[in-house]
């Protein structure tokens, strides 16, 4: 069993529609980052939470450490939030592990 | 402030060639990490600096691949000889040593083997 769990692996979804994306993980955690990436390779972090839900924009990460769950929202989705959206839970040592991400379609 | 730079952005070259990877990490941050990203796949790390000195090295090929960052700064990942697996985005990141210990990442060095 993978130790990071993301679901779906591919979403497809109309612009305005709302976006959940969701990370389950087996380790135990320090912090948790949710990663941006657009074709081409780069990495943006957007979040890095270690408890309760933070927001920027339009984008909202919440984390359940009990649950050992965290899931990412999108509000009111553009195309350009089309990229992959990676979960990477940070253990005690400070190293990430990555789910395989989550392939986002946002259509017009 | 300026982010993680890494050069060449794209590489293509034949398997058994020689291939090497540059990266800057952003200024001040300590620890410099080097990931391997198959397509289709997680990021996978293949070694951690901290300054000039190795942390974890543990799925480094250590037969084909190495690393390193003499002055505690820029680094570089050389590949020889190349394999045809080997062909993936090379992904440099950044961080301090102290909290919030949170990774910056480079735009990456996609490489091709054929």
């Known amino acids: 069993k993978n130790e990071v769990e993301q679901s779906p692996q591919n979403l497809t979804a109309q612009e305005g529609e709302f976006i959940t994306i969701n990370c389950s993980y087996s380790?135990?955690?320090?912090?948790l980052h949710w990663l941006q990436q657009h074709p081409g390779g780069g990495i943006v972090s957007l979040f890095m939470?270690?408890?309760g839900k933070k927001k920027h924009g339009r984008l909202i990460a919440t984390i359940n450490i009990q649950e050992k769950h965290s899931s990412l929202h999108i509000t009111a989705s553009h195309p350009r939030d089309s990229a992959v959206y990676i979960c990477?839970?940070?253990?005690?040592?400070?190293?990430?592990?990555f789910g395989k991400g989550t392939l986002l379609t946002v259509n017009p | 402030e300026a982010g993680v730079a890494q050069s060449p952005r794209y590489k293509i070259i034949e398997k058994r060639q020689s291939v090497a990877f540059w990266c800057n990490p952003i200024?001040?941050?300590?620890?410099l990490y080097w990931y391997q990203q198959i397509l289709g796949q997680g990021p996978k790390l293949l070694i951690q600096?901290?300054?000039?000195?190795?942390?974890?090295d543990s799925q480094l090929p250590k037969d084909r691949f190495s690393a390193e960052r003499l002055k505690g700064v820029d680094s570089t990942l050389k590949i020889q000889p190349a394999k045809l697996e080997d062909s993936a985005v090379y992904l440099c990141?950044?961080?301090?040593?102290?909290?919030?210990?949170?990774?910056?990442f480079g735009p990456g060095t996609r490489l091709t083997v054929t």
């Open positions: 600096f901290q300054n000039n000195g190795v942390v974890d």
């Open positions: 200024s001040g941050h300590a620890t």
């Open positions: 990477a839970p940070r253990g005690s040592n400070y190293k990430l592990t």
């Open positions: 939470l270690s408890s």
């Open positions: 380790v135990g955690i320090s912090a």
């Open positions: 990141a950044s961080s301090l040593i102290r909290e919030p210990y949170e990774q910056y």
